[in-house]
């Protein structure tokens, strides 16, 4: 599947899920997770119903995923596509203790953070190990 | 059920879905709806199964509904949290001349605008109509 550039440059690749593309944003402040389902539909709500439940199936298993990997207190969970048209669901940790607390991620500018090498392996590691990447990304 | 005091003055009440209540935001620079489950849960991915799901799909077609009937081009859909714990489901109708395109709606300051009563009465019939609401809020 071809990934938006603009989602491209501004994530790592994790690998593949059951329903697509598995990204995580490069800015590390948040654990800030993207899910791309493989549809040429922009719209979740204009999915047929098996390709939107078995998205909104792995969306809401990575969301439970995050709470409990980040020691999240809440999981924002949004499908916006103001910006990006490509389909994509956004899982983000958050935490009143974040750089961002209690607004919302998007559109604010977040401190500067990378995630490290060693990190995304590790990430990628446990991903598969929760089967929500059938497939990591190549090192 | 139980209904957080800041979604009561921030929102007009519709009605009643097979899921929960109907809110309206005040501010009708956008058709701003926002659904809350009947639910002592305040996180969508910790809903049991059968509840998350009958969630969704009222989520879903609230979300088809409003599209169509405000012409949007994107319905931009999310459970957030971070302000109002009390479970709910943003379903925001955005087009490319609305006031804040392309930023998100949480957060921002919205021109003032209000609905009319004629308006509320209007989208609770037809809201019926589309079987959203299985109960209308009284007059």
Redesign the interface.
């Known amino acids: 599947m071809k990934l938006d550039k603009r989602l491209e440059d501004d994530c790592h690749l994790l690998g593949h899920t059951e329903v697509g593309l598995l990204l995580l944003h490069r800015n590390a402040s948040l654990p800030w997770f993207i899910l791309v389902p493989d549809t040429a539909e922009?719209?979740?709500?204009?999915l047929g119903d098996s390709e939107?439940?078995a998205a909104?199936a792995v969306w809401?298993r990575l969301?439970?995923w995050v709470?409990a990997r980040f020691d999240s207190e809440?999981?924002?969970?949004?499908?916006?596509?103001?910006?990006v048209a490509q389909l994509h669901l956004h899982a983000i940790g958050?935490r009143q203790d974040d750089p961002l607390?209690?607004?919302?991620a998007?559109?604010q500018l977040l401190p500067d953070a990378t995630w490290h090498q060693d990190e995304l392996e590790r990430l990628r590691s446990e991903l598969v190990g929760a089967s929500l990447l059938v497939q990591s990304a190549p090192l």
């Open positions: 922009t719209c979740l709500y204009r939107r439940l909104q809401n969301a439970q709470h809440r999981v924002n969970m949004a499908a916006i596509g103001n910006v958050r607390w209690p607004s919302v998007w559109g």
